[in-house]
């Protein structure tokens, strides 16, 4: 309200273990440059990064979310929608500045799998628990699980012209592949129509919601802040994100090898999750409050911006920056995981009910594409 004092979060166990338990890695921060400036083994400056990334991506979704209730329904939620995702966008930009063109799809696709997966099926085990089911609206879900529909067929097309031309699919592997330039072309053209159904999809939603109530995010956790205090946090965010994506990214090659892990791996799971974990969190505990149609907005939402807008933006972005473009080319278990994943997600949104056993036959799907991801 004008006028009103922003209000001080209380320090109290439902901070810690609802909103704030990411602002607990604040001291990743400075290790993670620290040890990136005294030239540590890549492997611990590859952990503190990450885990420096979440509190830097939860104060931007804070910040976010603050300047947003002070912008009414309109204007807060074109802020959401734009810097929901801004955290992965900085990280695979610096991937992408690397070369690191596998890795960033790798994320991408991550991101998508683990937002409908991972994070919705968290949220319908979690809220299902000691309830026969829970009710949502699939108004909303619907027709943002369809998006995920269009943005699936529209990877598919790179890959499908990749192998009509005689060339197969990327593996998987730290390499950066060469494509002709055709694949090139299309998929910017893709990325350019991608860009404009998001955009679409933004008006029609805000026209269709004029006048409704919208679910909101338990009053606890706002903090009040001014619109200039949320500008300002908003920057300083935006400034830790850059800075603990450059030492995370630059730390990505080795550290893979330290670990034992692949690249492939790391950018889709690692990577993946620590960019939204707060926002992933807030899905969970929302769920378990019964405000399942604010949980499937957070989980399937995102997932859908994500592949209509931030993957577009990469791709176009790759024409300017990096060694060469990004062409939108899969390899096979990207392209596999990503078309099961938005068919369930698809299904799961008709029927405007979820139970908990459907929280655990997502997150099993999820559990089987991490063991097919690490032993690729």
Same mark, same amino acid.
């Given at each position: 309200?004008?006028?009103?004092?922003?209000?001080?979060?209380?320090?109290?166990?439902?901070?810690?273990?609802?909103?704030?338990?990411?602002?607990?890695?604040?001291?990743?921060?400075?290790?993670?440059?620290? !040890?990136?400036?005294?030239?540590?083994?890549?492997?611990?400056?590859?952990?503190?990064?990450?885990?420096?990334?979440?509190?830097?991506?939860?104060?931007?979704?804070?910040?976010?979310?603050?300047?947003?209730?002070?912008?009414?329904?309109? %204007?807060?939620?074109?802020?959401?929608?734009? $810097? *929901?995702? =801004?955290?992965?966008?900085?990280?695979?930009?610096?991937?992408?500045?690397?070369?690191?063109?596998?890795?960033?799809?790798?994320?991408?696709?991550?991101?998508?799998?683990?937002?409908?997966?991972?994070?919705?099926?968290?949220?319908?085990?979690?809220?299902?628990? *000691?309830?026969?089911?829970?009710?949502?609206?699939?108004?909303? =879900?619907?027709?943002?699980?369809?998006?995920?529909?269009?943005?699936?067929?529209?990877?598919?097309?790179?890959?499908? !012209?990749?192998?009509?031309?005689?060339?197969?699919?990327?593996?998987?592997?730290?390499?950066?592949?060469?494509? &002709?330039?055709?694949?090139?072309?299309?998929?910017?053209?893709?990325?350019?129509?991608? %860009?404009?159904?998001?955009?679409?999809?933004? $008006?029609?939603?805000?026209?269709?919601?004029?006048?409704?109530?919208?679910?909101?995010?338990?009053?606890?956790?706002?903090?009040?802040?001014?619109?200039? /205090?949320?500008? /300002?946090?908003?920057?300083?965010? #935006?400034?830790?994100?850059?800075?603990?994506?450059?030492? !995370?990214?630059?730390?990505? #090659?080795?550290?893979?090898?330290?670990?034992?892990?692949?690249?492939?791996?790391?950018?889709?799971?690692?990577?993946?999750?620590?960019?939204?974990?707060?926002?992933?969190?807030?899905?969970?505990?929302?769920?378990?409050? &019964?405000?399942?149609?604010?949980?499937?907005? %957070?989980?399937?939402?995102? *997932? =859908?911006?994500?592949?209509?807008?931030?993957?577009?933006?990469?791709?176009?972005?790759?024409?300017? %920056?990096?060694?060469?473009?990004?062409?939108?080319?899969?390899?096979?278990?990207?392209?596999?995981?990503?078309?099961?994943?938005?068919?369930?997600?698809?299904?799961?949104?008709?029927?405007?009910?979820?139970?908990?056993?459907?929280?655990?036959?997502?997150?099993?799907?999820?559990?089987?594409?991490?063991?097919?991801?690490?032993?690729?």
């Amino acid at each position: 309200m004008p006028g009103q004092e922003p209000r001080t979060p209380r320090l109290d166990a439902s901070f810690f273990f609802g909103h704030g338990w990411p602002y607990l890695l604040v001291p990743f921060i400075a290790i993670a440059v620290v !040890l990136d400036l005294f030239g540590a083994s890549h492997a611990i400056v590859f952990v503190t990064s990450a885990l420096g990334i979440v509190p830097t991506a939860a104060l931007m979704g804070r910040a976010t979310e603050e300047l947003a209730a002070r912008s009414g329904p309109g %204007i807060g939620g074109l802020l959401n929608v734009t $810097f *929901g995702n =801004a955290p992965e966008l900085i990280i695979a930009l610096f991937a992408l500045g690397k070369g690191l063109h596998e890795v960033v799809k790798a994320t991408l696709v991550g991101s998508v799998l683990g937002n409908i997966l991972l994070v919705l099926g968290a949220a319908m085990l979690v809220g299902g628990l *000691g309830r026969p089911g829970q009710r949502f609206s699939p108004k909303s =879900a619907t027709p943002q699980a369809l998006m995920l529909l269009a943005a699936a067929a529209a990877f598919s097309v790179p890959a499908v !012209l990749q192998l009509v031309r005689g060339d197969g699919l990327p593996s998987v592997g730290p390499a950066r592949f060469a494509f &002709d330039t055709p694949v090139e072309v299309v998929s910017g053209l893709i990325a350019g129509i991608l %860009i404009a159904i998001y955009v679409a999809w933004l $008006f029609f939603s805000l026209r269709a919601t004029r006048g409704d109530v919208r679910p909101e995010y338990d009053q606890e956790g706002t903090w009040g802040w001014s619109v200039r /205090t949320s500008v /300002t946090m908003l920057a300083i965010a #935006g400034v830790a994100v850059g800075v603990m994506s450059e030492i !995370l990214v630059g730390s990505i #090659g080795s550290a893979s090898h330290s670990l034992g892990l692949s690249e492939f791996f790391i950018g889709a799971i690692v990577v993946a999750i620590v960019g939204n974990a707060a926002e992933h969190w807030v899905a969970v505990i929302v769920a378990r409050k &019964d405000q399942m149609d604010l949980s499937i907005n %957070i989980a399937i939402g995102s *997932g =859908a911006q994500v592949a209509l807008f931030v993957a577009p933006v990469l791709v176009l972005a790759g024409f300017l %920056i990096g060694p060469a473009p990004l062409p939108l080319v899969l390899n096979a278990y990207e392209l596999v995981a990503m078309i099961a994943a938005v068919a369930i997600a698809y299904y799961v949104s008709r029927d405007g009910r979820s139970t908990w056993l459907e929280g655990v036959l997502l997150l099993s799907v999820y559990a089987i594409l991490v063991i097919v991801f690490l032993l690729a």
